[in-house]
């Protein structure tokens, strides 16, 4: 098993819409976890932090299910800049990062 | 807001020359990271670096590849003998906590 699993996608969605999707770990040790978005051919970005249950920024929204292991993102009003690829990041400890292949959204007019 | 500087932003090299990516990290960090990604795959972790040595790398991060930080800002990455394979997008980061922060990346694309 991948120690970090995303459903690729895409997801295509009109503007306004809600999107969301998951990311599955398998290390149950792992202590936090993040989103970043990536751009076509750009650096990853820091979205957001997970370390608890859940967080809210706007109208992004990540929840962790330790039980289940895993984390989800949920995008409301969905804006045509949010087209981007999402990485789901996690910290196995000691700042070892493991990486997801990315969702890909794109946001349609 | 601080940075992380990478340059070249674009190098190309001929197969088994030596190429050095350089980057500048942000100045109060203290870990540094090389990743890289091959067009159209999933960013791939190379090697950690901490307290001036490595902190742990990964299967790609082989006898071909070194890091170096050899004053107190620049952080780089050599590739001995460059490969076809190498050809990718190498980003370095550096992080004061967990959070990565990550340079505008490097293409290297080897001929």
């Known amino acids: 098993r991948k120690e970090v699993e995303q459903d690729p996608g895409p997801f295509n969605v009109p503007e306004g819409a809600t999107v969301a999707f998951n990311c599955t770990y398998s290390n149950s040790a792992s202590q936090s976890f993040f989103w970043y978005r990536q751009d076509c051919r750009k650096e990853p970005k820091l979205l957001m932090s997970?370390?608890?249950s859940g967080n809210e920024d706007g109208r992004f929204t990540a929840q962790l299910n330790r039980a289940s292991q895993y984390i989800s993102l949920l995008i409301r009003d969905s804006k045509l800049s949010d087209s981007a690829t999402y990485l789901c990041?996690?910290?196995?400890?000691?700042?070892?990062?493991?990486f997801g292949a990315g969702t890909t959204v794109t946001v349609r007019a | 807001e601080p940075e992380v500087t990478q340059t070249p932003s674009h190098q190309v090299t001929q197969m088994g020359q030596e190429v050095i990516l350089r980057c500048v990290p942000i100045?109060?960090?203290?870990?540094f990271y090389w990743y890289r990604q091959i067009l159209g795959q999933k960013v791939e972790f190379l090697v950690s670096?901490?307290?001036?040595?490595?902190?742990?790398k990964s299967e790609i991060f082989d006898d071909q590849f070194s890091v170096e930080r050899p004053d107190g800002s620049n952080f780089t990455l050599k590739i001995r003998s460059t490969k076809l394979e190498d050809s990718a997008m190498y980003f370095c980061?550096?992080?004061?906590?967990?959070?990565?922060?990550f340079g505008s990346g490097t293409q290297l694309s080897v001929l």
């Open positions: 990041v996690v910290n196995k400890g000691d700042y070892k990062l493991s």
């Open positions: 980061a550096s992080s004061a906590n967990e959070k990565l922060f």
């Open positions: 997970v370390y608890s």
């Open positions: 100045s109060n960090h203290l870990y």
């Open positions: 670096f901490y307290n001036n040595e490595i902190s742990e």
